[in-house]
């Protein structure tokens, strides 16, 4: 089980054991993260999930596709360089010790 750690926009520091094989968002929502609504549930349609990657991690979280591109530009907090939505991120071993920001508003 990959250990995340979740820095909210006030720097509250929240770390999960998430489960592989699911998002990103759905390992939040679960643990009860503040930051992410996640209104769609994970359709990629909304951009409530907006999170930040640190540089570092960007090679093993992957580029979003197309469509998550088109989202990212309809994110609440303006686009950054490690800007994803979490429910395109899905997790595995490979993700621990994964560090992500949420923004201030979805």
Known sequence: MPLITFIDSSEKTTVI??????SLMAAATTNN?????????????CATCHCFIQQQWLDRVGQPDS????????????????????????????????????????
């Open 17 to 22: 054991d998430a489960d592989t094989g699911i």
């Open 33 to 45: 993260v503040n930051g992410i609504v996640a209104a769609c549930g994970g359709a990629c349609a």
């Open 67 to 106: 469509l998550e591109n088109e989202m990212l530009d309809c994110t609440e907090t303006e686009r950054q360089p490690g800007s994803r939505l979490s429910c395109q991120i899905m997790l595995s071993e490979e993700h621990d010790g994964l560090v992500v920001y949420i923004p201030a508003e979805q």
